[in-house]
Structure formats: C-alpha cells, structure tokens
C-alpha cells in the first residue's frame, strides 16, 4: 500500500523557517514524483512545488519562489519541503501526495495517495 506521511509542521513567527518531511513507505521513492499542496481555510487547495523522481525537474508556485526549497533523500525515502523567510499567509495544512512534477504547473488531479496534513501557522 502506498502511504505518505507528513510532519515538522509547528507555529512559528513571521520571517522563521520549518522544514517539513514527506515520509513515504509501501514503496521507494527514487521511482516516484512528489508534490506539496498547502489548503487555507475557505481557499482552495495549491500546489506549492513538487520533484520528480529523478529529482532533475521542480515546480515552485510563484508565492514561494526563493523562500521555499524540495530536496528528495532516497535513502531514507523522504521528500523534505524547507520554508524560510515565512509570511502569514503561509499559513495552512501542508499536505503531500504522489504524482508527475512538471516545471509549468501542478495540478492537485494529476496527484494521489495524499498524506494527512501538516498544520503550519505562521503568526507573532
């Protein structure tokens, strides 16, 4: 069974970092894309950036250009997400999930096997 397992979520202040960690079993990750949605309330679920499996191609949504990173660790088979210089409306369930990465758009529809969430809150 393919499962994903989100955490490092946590409230931290304005301008602070967290690192959250994609925790894949049932399955190696080498051989899978890995996507990171975030969902505020009353908002849409977006896609925030995601890997490929070879981990040559990444997406970053334009709201988190240059503040936020993807890196793959295969030998622990985990998906990290690092967040810096973080801004309120960073504010959300972080969620990851399976699928194809392309370097124009994420579609939550081309994802799946989605993990529970990760609450992060980002407030003084």
């Known amino acids: 069974q393919l499962q994903v397992v989100e955490s490092g979520g946590g409230l931290v202040q304005p301008g602070g970092s967290l690192r959250l960690s994609c925790a894949a079993s049932?399955?190696?990750?080498?051989?899978?894309?890995i996507g990171w949605f975030r969902q505020a309330p009353g908002k849409e679920r977006e896609g925030v950036s995601c890997?490929?499996?070879?981990?040559?191609?990444?997406y970053y949504a334009d709201s988190v250009k240059g503040r936020f990173t993807i890196s793959r660790d295969n030998a622990k088979n985990t998906v990290y997400l690092q967040m810096n210089s973080l801004k309120p409306e960073d504010t959300a369930i972080y969620y990851c999930a399976i699928g194809g990465c392309s370097i124009t758009t994420m579609a939550a529809s081309d994802f799946g096997s989605w993990g529970q969430g990760t609450q992060v809150t980002v407030s003084s």
């Open positions: 049932g399955f190696f990750l080498n051989y899978i894309g």
């Open positions: 890997i490929s499996s070879g981990g040559r191609t990444t």
